[in-house]
Nanobody, 122 residues
Framework: LVQVVESGGGLVQAGGSLTLTCTVS????????VAWFRQRPGNERERVAC??????SVSDSVKGRFTISRDNAKNTVALQMNSLEVDDTAIYYC?????????????????WGSGTQVTVSS
C-alpha cells in the first residue's frame, strides 16, 4: 500500500516562511518522481514543483521563493516556501509517480496525499 502524507501547513504572515514535508511509503522511493501541487481558492490545481529521480524543478510562478528538496534516506520531499504572499494561500498536495521523470500531466501522478492547508495573512 502506497501512502503519501503531507505535514507542515499552517498560518503565516506575508513575508514569512514555511516548510512542507511529504513522506512517501510503499514504493521504491529513489526511483519515483514526487511533486507538490496547490489549489488556491477559486482556481484549478497547479503544480508548483517536482523532483524526479535526481533533479528538481520549480514552476515560474514561485521560482526564486520556493525550493524543493529530496531526502531518499528518509523517503521525504520538502517544499521550502519563503517570502510568502497572500496569493500563496492554498491547499498544498503532494503526489508521487512510480516513474523516474516528472510526468507532464497531473493525472499521471497515481498517488496523492490528502493535502495540507497553508494560509498567508496580510
Amino acid at each position: 500500500l502506497v501512502q503519501v502524507v503531507e505535514s507542515g501547513g499552517g498560518l503565516v504572515q506575508a513575508g514569512g516562511s514555511l516548510t512542507l514535508t511529504c513522506t512517501v511509503s510503499g514504493l521504491t522511493f529513489d526511483a519515483a518522481a514526487v511533486a507538490w501541487f496547490r489549489q488556491r481558492p477559486g482556481n484549478e490545481r497547479e503544480r508548483v514543483a517536482c523532483f524526479n529521480w535526481k533533479f528538481p524543478s520549480v514552476s515560474d510562478s514561485v521560482k526564486g521563493r520556493f525550493t524543493i528538496s529530496r531526502d531518499n534516506a528518509k523517503n521525504t520531499v520538502a517544499l521550502q516556501m519563503n517570502s510568502l504572499e497572500v496569493d500563496d494561500t492554498a491547499i498544498y498536495y503532494c503526489a508521487a509517480a512510480h516513474v523516474a521523470w516528472c510526468p507532464p500531466q497531473e493525472h499521471d501522478f497515481r498517488y496523492w496525499g490528502s493535502g495540507t492547508q497553508v494560509t498567508v495573512s496580510s
